[in-house]
Every structure is written in C-alpha cells, then in structure tokens.
C-alpha cells in the first residue's frame, strides 16, 4: 500500500499554510470558492511548494516545471548588496537553528540555535527580525532575503503567526520571539524584505543544505 502524504499546502483557503493532516487541509478549504491546496510527502517539498505559485503545480503529480528564459530575464539577478537568512528543523517541530549570511560570499555573519524544540517557520520569522536589527545596528543599507512568504507575512503583521503551543523545553524560543515581536513594534527600519526567488536563482545562500 502506498504510503499517504504528510502534508498539505493550502495557497488559497481560509488560513493559507501547511497542514500535517487532510483534516486540518480539508477546515480551511471548506467553503471557499476556488480553493488552491495540494498534498507532498515531506514538509520540504510543501514549504518550497508554498513559497511558490499554486500555479505551478496544479495538475502536476511531481517536480516543477523549469522557468522560461522570458521568465527568467523578467525576474533578472539577485541583488548582491544583500545578506541571506534561512533555517533548518529536524522535524515540526524539533531542533531547529537559523542563520544569516552574506549572499555573495555566503560568510555567516549570525546564527542562533540549535533549539531543542521550534519550527522552520518559527526560526525563518526569528532570522528575519535578527537580519533586520544586525542591518540597522550596522547603518547598512543592504537589502534582506528570505525565501519564506509565511514568515515575510509574519514580519510584516509584526507578529509571530505559529501554533506551537508554550511549554517547558521552548520556554526560551518563546522568549525570543516575544522579543521579536517587540522589537517590530518598537522600531521602524527602511531595509526592503524581498523573497529570494528559488526556481530562478536556486537555494537561498543561507540555507543549511540538509534537504
């Protein structure tokens, strides 16, 4: 018997994100009108497939199409005046650990973890606050990437939008994100957040390259 996918990417639903189960998929496309969702077996092909356009794989059963040189010219190259920010879970959630590079050379300029118990998405919100707090320390007008829309989104609601409930063993990764979330709300800053755009330029430098 075949194994059953894990997860579940919903782009257009109540609550856009990644779901672990058909149930919790199924809650948020009830109702809605052109619902956009599709399954993956690992949580790396869903959050890469969220990051993406629905487009791109309604109908297809694996892989992604490759971007037209049309497509690729429009989007043109990254912008090397820039630092890089990622982050890596062994399990959602499990140990996770984030980073912040330079783009061009990829020298680790932070990193903060492991954290015995978080989320990617948790520790990709974390390394954008941190990537814009080292910017503004710094006076740097260099610009941030992200290849994460959920935790950009986050950031830009200037707040933290997981569900991982509290408890003893993150009771220090909590703490951090209330000083995230505090630091947005405190501060104002002029550093453009852009997604780094995977199909076109590959895997962001800051990535952990454990997928």
């Not at 569900?163 to 709300?185: C, G, M, T, V």
């Amino acid at each position: 018997m075949a194994k059953k996918p894990k997860f579940y990417v919903v782009w257009k639903g109540k609550h856009p994100g990644i779901y672990e189960s058909w149930g919790d998929c199924k809650a948020q496309i009830d109702g809605i009108k052109g619902a956009q969702y599709k399954s993956f077996s690992t949580f790396a092909e869903a959050k890469k497939a969220f990051n993406s356009n629905y487009l791109e794989y309604k109908g297809k059963k694996k892989g992604k199409p490759a971007l037209s040189q049309e497509e690729l010219l429009k989007i043109g190259e990254p912008n090397y005046h820039s630092i890089a920010v990622d982050a890596a879970s062994s399990g959602n959630p499990g140990k996770m650990e984030y980073q912040g590079v330079d783009t061009k050379t990829k020298k680790r300029l932070f990193h903060q973890g492991p954290f015995v118990e978080g989320t990617s998405n948790i520790g990709e919100f974390l390394a954008l606050v941190h990537g814009l707090a080292f910017l503004k320390q710094k006076k740097s007008d260099r610009i941030l990437y992200s290849d994460s829309r959920i935790a950009i989104g986050w950031v830009r609601k200037k707040k933290c939008g997981t569900k991982l409930k509290k408890s003893k063993k993150n009771a220090k990764l909590f703490e951090l994100i209330e000083r995230a979330e505090d630091w947005l709300k405190a501060n104002r800053y002029n550093t453009p957040v852009v997604k780094w755009e995977t199909k076109a330029w590959g895997e962001i430098p800051a990535d952990f390259g454990r997928k």
